[in-house]
């Protein structure tokens, strides 16, 4: 088995704790945005320290960034932090798994995103894979309850939030991987730990300059939540260095592929921790969303 694989489903593992405890706490104490500037102002301080270790122990000096990096890392880390508020903003309208499930969409944009940014294509059976996610998605954006035309029961705000995540994590997966194919480095622990200690710095300045003047008292309540927060940050670090060291290792779309493993654990997620309920619909269109993301793995090794 190639590394890049079971580095995808750790990271996978990790990702849905951290979305388990931003639900936690963005229904009680923290905004959307608040919720999401908590993992990234407290990891930053870990992958720092865990950088300065590394490079102190080993001798290493820190590799030259080149203005593509700085690009491919800025890109990148603006569209993850409106994808995970967009997240976020789902678990206020929608079942977890759901939440998730919407935000997977992800897989079947990064292979457009892919084609424009870095020329990677997908062939004709991965195209009928990313129809049949389509599908899904579309049984998925259907409110419980609501009438009147299909338009209307179909465009709601837990649809559209669902699949602008999936756009901006699509486009934050392919300039992570481009960030870390500019560093001169051939271990991909180092270029993956040095890209995501340059990208969390820069979000957790950023969101927190925008919290300091959009929604002031957010930072204080994000510190007054430590207890919980922390472990964001915590989960957050694992899960990050996992995916960017799978990104260093092989193509966005076929780690995302990959990483549709999320499903199955927010299912659980949904089921055992919330107590909450999936529908017989939800059902059939995770269920399309999961042959979606077979097709699309099936199609990699084609």
Request: charged share 10%; hydrophobic share 55%; aromatic share 12%.
């Amino acid at each position: 088995m190639e590394l890049w694989i079971p580095v995808t489903v750790a990271a996978a593992f990790f990702q849905t704790l951290r979305f388990m405890l931003q639900k936690s706490v963005s229904t009680s104490d923290l905004t959307s945005a608040g919720a999401t500037f908590a993992r990234f102002f407290f990891s930053a301080p870990l992958v720092l320290t865990g950088v300065a270790l590394w490079l102190w122990g080993s001798g290493m000096a820190l590799p030259e960034f080149t203005t593509a990096f700085w690009i491919y890392g800025a890109i990148g880390g603006l569209a993850q932090i409106f994808a995970t508020i967009c997240v976020v903003a789902i678990f206020r309208t929608r079942n977890f798994a759901v939440g998730i499930t919407f935000k997977k969409t992800e897989v079947v944009q990064t292979a457009l995103v892919g084609l424009v940014v870095l020329g990677e294509g997908v062939s004709a059976w991965g195209f009928v894979a990313i129809v049949i996610g389509l599908a899904g998605v579309l049984l998925l954006s259907e409110t419980p309850g609501l009438t009147g035309h299909w338009l209307r029961r179909m465009a709601n705000r837990a649809a559209g939030l669902g699949l602008l995540s999936g756009f901006f994590f699509a486009i934050s997966g392919v300039c992570y991987r481009g960030a870390t194919l500019e560093i001169a480095s051939d271990l991909p622990a180092f270029r993956a730990a040095v890209t995501l200690a340059a990208v969390v710095t820069f979000q957790a300045l950023s969101l927190g300059l925008w919290l300091r003047l959009r929604e002031p008292g957010q930072i204080t309540r994000v510190w007054q939540a430590r207890r919980r927060a922390g472990w964001i940050g915590v989960t957050s670090l694992a899960g990050s260095l996992c995916w960017f060291t799978a990104f260093t290792l092989q193509n966005a779309a076929y780690v995302n592929a990959v990483g549709q493993v999320e499903l199955i654990l927010s299912l659980f997620a949904s089921v055992l921790v919330f107590h909450e309920k999936i529908t017989a619909r939800e059902g059939v269109g995770i269920a399309l969303l999961g042959v979606s993301i077979l097709g699309i793995v099936l199609a990699i090794g084609t």
